[in-house]
């Protein structure tokens, strides 16, 4: 919502004063304003200081002079100054219109706020949720204390329910006692982190914060790999941090390709020097605004150690998917032979796949899952209209199936294919058995459409379209099955509040990692492990790992992803939901899965077409190139089909 009034805001150069719920708790007028580049954000828990309304007031007019076209303040339910004297959005309104001159209005947002569909995250956190209250409710004993299921950064925790709700009353209590310090410690240390960074990327001239000039350093940063919602508000907040603190923000255009070749284009190069307000409109735009593509540093290590050491970067911020892990891991083993690299590095990681070693959580995959949510609610709208139709949807994620996972979870998926799994023959034909199962148990009232979610790897035999043919000529008219490929629509539009908020906050802390290098010599920088490093979210905590370690010890290079994948028991649960049996995940024996050499079994399936009455399961038949195991009939290898019948092929 706040977007389609900024949008307003900026078209007008208007004043927005924007009110939001929260009488105890400033929790979303906080993500509003870090996640929109809010002006001014009012929230209970650390009011302003007693002269508020001049120091909101300095700001806004410090922001429009630096060229700012619109004016956003955030105003929560409960929000108070420092007396506890009320706040209300008339007297921000009254102000910014009076002191100040600007064309304002007021939006009140109320139960809008309580949104339509579901977002993918909280799907998936409600599901899992679930989950986690059915095991406790069964692992209970008499003496068992009763449980909250709660979530700390990636983790699905369980805490003591009465304990919580005494922290929770007791924030309300402090802040009645004006004891607000004690307030913002009893919210979690990530409120905190993102008050801290809400402020250190608002206002950039702040004067106390500036470093001696010896320890200011010129940053550089670039975008590697495909574009990820949230690339470009890792960059704004990296841009303002470094305003605030002294340092120089250099934007290396157009990834390492772009450095290379185009350095000392005239009149403008690709090394750019990047002031506040050209950043400062990006929290909230998809893609790159620096351009990014996926050349690695290996294309020309020796022109890029020269433009480092032509342009004096002192530090890099990467921001990218396995991509920029990878050049971080070039740049990190070519220091060997250039000084140039001997800097502190950091990768944030951003890629729709979240498939980045050293992190549970990959910036932009948010965006990729709601984007996906939404495609597949329409498919399912479509499956579920016509009664009796199964969707085959092809996911992207590269080799990891994480993605499919997720949203299979979130849309409650019949079944998933990764490419970690793979997909085996004996699996499509249980699959099959199961839909017949699900179908005939429908009598004409319910509506059940089914989505089946296929990682774009999981298989170069078993394509999309392959297996949505194979179920349609299985069906024996029973159901229909068709096929959908979303694309690239899956990458997003504008970015998630979660992506943009969360890469504010490791954008920030990846700052602060590469400050601490400043003053340092290139071989004391070089001898430090984390000086490159990956920022990351590792079960409850928020961390930095050494690349080298995590190349060595977490790294499947073949397939561009983790070793050890925590998503992966989430199959069993998309199962487990479905009903999908456990069968349908064995390999059949005798295939390259089991490894072994068992005669095959050529008895049709039953329901299948193959048992047409003609012959019966124990009358041999003739091998073709049309049967395969288990009566599923393919067609030739040679002249693969390239349409289904009666078939939609949905493309973004």
Same mark, same amino acid.
């Given at each position: 919502?706040?977007?389609?009034?900024?949008?307003?805001?900026?078209?007008?150069?208007?004043?927005?004063?924007?009110?939001?719920?929260?009488?105890?708790?400033?929790?979303?007028?906080?993500?509003?304003?870090?996640?929109?580049?809010?002006?001014?954000?009012?929230?209970?828990?650390?009011?302003?200081?007693?002269?508020?309304?001049?120091?909101?007031?300095?700001?806004?007019?410090?922001?429009?002079?630096?060229? /700012? @076209?619109?004016?956003?303040? =955030?105003?929560?339910? #409960? +929000?108070?100054?420092?007396?506890? *004297?009320?706040? !209300?959005?008339?007297?921000?309104?009254?102000?910014?219109?009076?002191?100040?001159?600007?064309?304002?209005?007021?939006?009140?947002?109320?139960?809008?706020?309580?949104?339509?569909?579901?977002?993918?995250?909280?799907?998936?956190?409600?599901?899992?949720?679930?989950?986690?209250?059915?095991?406790?409710?069964?692992?209970?004993?008499?003496?068992?204390?009763?449980?909250?299921?709660?979530?700390?950064?990636?983790?699905?925790?369980?805490?003591?329910?009465?304990?919580?709700?005494?922290?929770?009353?007791?924030?309300?209590?402090?802040?009645?006692?004006?004891?607000?310090?004690?307030?913002?410690?009893?919210?979690?240390?990530?409120?905190?982190?993102?008050?801290?960074?809400?402020?250190?990327?608002?206002?950039?001239?702040?004067?106390?914060?500036?470093?001696?000039?010896? /320890? @200011?350093?010129?940053?550089? =940063?670039?975008?590697? #790999? +495909?574009?990820?919602?949230?690339? *470009?508000?890792? !960059?704004?907040?990296?841009?303002?941090?470094?305003?605030?603190?002294?340092?120089?923000?250099?934007?290396?255009?157009?990834?390492?390709?772009?450095?290379?070749?185009?350095?000392?284009?005239?009149?403008?190069?690709?090394?750019?020097?990047?002031?506040?307000?050209?950043?400062?409109?990006?929290?909230?735009?998809?893609?790159?605004?620096?351009?990014?593509?996926?050349?690695?540093?290996?294309?020309?290590?020796?022109?890029?150690?020269?433009?480092?050491?032509?342009?004096?970067?002192?530090?890099?911020?990467?921001?990218?998917?396995?991509?920029?892990?990878?050049?971080?891991?070039?740049?990190?083993?070519?220091?060997?032979?250039?000084?140039?690299?001997?800097?502190?590095?950091?990768?944030?990681?951003?890629?729709?796949?979240?498939?980045?070693?050293?992190?549970?959580?990959?910036?932009?995959?948010?965006?990729?899952?709601?984007?996906?949510?939404?495609?597949?609610?329409?498919?399912?709208?479509?499956?579920?209209?016509?009664?009796?139709?199964?969707?085959?949807?092809?996911?992207?994620?590269?080799?990891?199936?994480?993605?499919?996972?997720?949203?299979?979870?979130?849309?409650?998926?019949?079944?998933?294919?990764?490419?970690?799994?793979?997909?085996?023959?004996?699996?499509?034909?249980?699959?099959?058995?199961?839909?017949?199962?699900?179908?005939?148990?429908?009598?004409?009232?319910?509506?059940?459409?089914?989505?089946?979610?296929?990682?774009?790897?999981?298989?170069?035999?078993?394509?999309?379209?392959?297996?949505?043919?194979?179920?349609?000529?299985?069906?024996?008219?029973?159901?229909?099955?068709?096929?959908?490929?979303?694309?690239?629509?899956?990458?997003?539009?504008?970015?998630?509040?979660?992506?943009?908020?969360?890469?504010?906050?490791?954008?920030?802390?990846?700052?602060?990692?590469?400050?601490?290098?400043?003053?340092?010599?290139?071989?004391?920088?070089?001898?430090?492990?984390?000086?490159?490093?990956?920022?990351?979210?590792?079960?409850?905590?928020?961390?930095?790992?050494?690349?080298?370690?995590?190349?060595?010890?977490?790294?499947?290079?073949?397939?561009?992803?983790?070793?050890?994948?925590?998503?992966?028991?989430?199959?069993?649960?998309?199962?487990?939901?479905?009903?999908?049996?456990?069968?349908?995940?064995?390999?059949?024996?005798?295939?390259?899965?089991?490894?072994?050499?068992?005669?095959?079994?050529?008895?049709?399936?039953?329901?299948?077409?193959?048992?047409?009455?003609?012959?019966?399961?124990?009358?041999?038949?003739?091998?073709?190139?049309?049967?395969?195991?288990?009566?599923?009939?393919?067609?030739?290898?040679?002249?693969?089909?390239?349409?289904?019948?009666?078939?939609?092929?949905?493309?973004?």
């Amino acid at each position: 919502m706040v977007d389609y009034i900024d949008a307003t805001a900026l078209s007008h150069q208007r004043a927005f004063v924007i009110e939001v719920m929260g009488r105890h708790c400033g929790w979303l007028a906080l993500m509003a304003g870090v996640s929109c580049g809010a002006d001014f954000v009012f929230i209970p828990e650390n009011p302003p200081s007693e002269n508020w309304e001049e120091e909101m007031c300095s700001i806004v007019k410090r922001h429009r002079a630096m060229g /700012k @076209r619109k004016t956003i303040v =955030i105003v929560c339910e #409960g +929000a108070q100054d420092r007396k506890l *004297n009320h706040i !209300t959005g008339k007297m921000v309104n009254d102000l910014l219109a009076t002191r100040i001159g600007l064309d304002t209005r007021i939006t009140t947002l109320g139960h809008v706020q309580r949104g339509g569909p579901p977002c993918a995250y909280d799907r998936m956190l409600s599901t899992l949720q679930g989950v986690e209250a059915v095991k406790a409710v069964l692992e209970a004993t008499p003496e068992t204390p009763s449980p909250v299921i709660c979530i700390v950064e990636n983790k699905i925790v369980r805490k003591d329910l009465m304990q919580a709700i005494q922290l929770t009353q007791q924030v309300a209590k402090d802040i009645a006692a004006r004891d607000f310090e004690a307030a913002m410690k009893g919210r979690d240390a990530e409120f905190e982190e993102y008050w801290k960074a809400f402020n250190i990327t608002t206002a950039t001239d702040k004067s106390d914060m500036l470093l001696p000039p010896e /320890k @200011r350093m010129r940053v550089g =940063i670039i975008h590697v #790999g +495909a574009p990820a919602g949230g690339m *470009n508000a890792a !960059t704004r907040a990296a841009v303002a941090y470094c305003l605030t603190k002294g340092h120089s923000p250099i934007a290396l255009h157009n990834g390492f390709p772009g450095l290379c070749r185009h350095h000392d284009d005239k009149p403008l190069g690709s090394v750019r020097e990047i002031k506040w307000i050209d950043a400062e409109q990006w929290a909230s735009r998809g893609g790159s605004e620096i351009g990014t593509n996926r050349g690695l540093p290996s294309g020309d290590l020796k022109t890029t150690a020269f433009c480092f050491g032509k342009y004096q970067i002192d530090a890099l911020f990467m921001v990218g998917g396995f991509e920029a892990f990878t050049a971080v891991s070039e740049l990190r083993k070519a220091r060997e032979q250039y000084d140039a690299f001997k800097i502190p590095m950091v990768v944030l990681p951003a890629t729709v796949s979240n498939n980045v070693p050293g992190t549970e959580y990959s910036v932009g995959s948010d965006t990729c899952l709601n984007a996906l949510i939404e495609y597949c609610d329409a498919i399912r709208q479509s499956a579920s209209a016509s009664r009796r139709r199964v969707f085959v949807v092809e996911t992207q994620g590269g080799a990891s199936g994480y993605i499919a996972t997720i949203a299979g979870l979130s849309i409650g998926a019949l079944a998933v294919y990764t490419p970690e799994e793979g997909i085996h023959l004996n699996m499509l034909v249980e699959d099959i058995k199961f839909l017949k199962e699900q179908f005939a148990k429908d009598v004409g009232h319910a509506r059940s459409g089914k989505i089946i979610l296929r990682n774009e790897k999981a298989s170069k035999t078993y394509t999309t379209e392959i297996i949505a043919n194979i179920i349609l000529e299985e069906s024996g008219g029973r159901f229909d099955a068709r096929y959908a490929v979303p694309g690239h629509v899956q990458q997003g539009g504008t970015p998630s509040p979660m992506d943009r908020v969360r890469a504010v906050r490791f954008g920030v802390k990846s700052l602060q990692h590469i400050e601490a290098y400043a003053g340092k010599t290139r071989k004391e920088i070089a001898d430090d492990p984390l000086s490159a490093a990956i920022i990351g979210v590792r079960g409850s905590k928020v961390k930095f790992s050494p690349m080298e370690r995590i190349e060595r010890e977490e790294t499947d290079w073949k397939d561009r992803r983790p070793k050890n994948e925590f998503w992966m028991n989430l199959i069993d649960i998309v199962d487990t939901l479905s009903g999908r049996p456990k069968a349908c995940r064995t390999p059949m024996p005798g295939s390259p899965s089991m490894h072994g050499n068992v005669p095959q079994d050529r008895t049709p399936m039953p329901g299948s077409p193959a048992m047409d009455g003609h012959r019966t399961p124990a009358e041999p038949m003739e091998p073709s190139p049309h049967d395969v195991l288990g009566g599923l009939r393919l067609p030739p290898t040679s002249a693969p089909p390239t349409s289904v019948p009666n078939g939609v092929r949905w493309q973004g």
